[in-house]
């Protein structure tokens, strides 16, 4: 990694010890049996919420999987080293992963779904997916598991695939509606 990239990183990394509950909290959400239980239930209440709601929460469950797959994928490919493994001198707040940290996979799942609300539902509804994103980012640097350039390269692939899943949807509606009969008028 380059100097500026390791200088953000322990910027970030070396924040006080104070803020070690949210950031953990924040990176590892997920794996909280609250979370587990309040995501499905965030998920109905987005699809009853209105239109563009219900179809920027659908793709952002489209979008996901596709931006972790891509991420995944990429650190098989281009393999860069977590600052957990490469530096000694990381402050670790979480489990220490061995794995390669090209583009950081929860960036990247939280930019696909920011992506898609925004794209749908606007700024409105997706500012808060935007900051849901940036503090996950944060939090992957904060518990030393992931460079900001990995953070960054997670955030480009999530908002790539939020991208294919909407026009790919789009592509289709196009399809699907030039494909069906005209509706015959009445004299």
């Not at 061995?98 to 779904?113: C, L, P, Q, R």
Request: proline share 5%; aromatic share 12%.
């Amino acid at each position: 990694m380059n100097g500026l990239d390791r200088a953000i990183f322990y910027g970030i990394n070396r924040w006080p010890e104070s803020m070690r509950d949210f950031w953990v909290f924040i990176s590892e959400a997920t794996k909280q049996t609250g979370v587990r239980i309040a995501l499905p239930i965030l998920i109905v209440i987005l699809c009853v919420s209105g239109k563009a709601t219900r179809k920027a929460t659908l793709h952002g469950l489209a979008a996901w999987p596709l931006a972790d797959l891509l991420s995944n994928s990429l650190k098989n490919a281009i393999p860069f080293e977590r600052p957990c493994v490469a530096l000694p001198d990381v402050y670790l707040r979480v489990g220490k992963l061995t794995t390669y940290g090209t583009a950081s996979s929860h960036a990247a799942n939280m930019a696909a779904i920011a992506f898609v609300f925004c794209y749908h539902t606007g700024w409105r509804g997706g500012v808060p997916w935007l900051i849901v994103a940036l503090l996950t980012g944060l939090s992957r640097i904060y518990v030393g598991v992931h460079y900001p350039s990995q953070v960054f390269f997670g955030y480009l692939c999530g908002a790539l695939c939020g991208l294919v899943v909407v026009k790919t949807w789009e592509a289709f509606v196009l399809h699907r509606n030039r494909s069906e009969p005209a509706p015959v008028e009445e004299a």
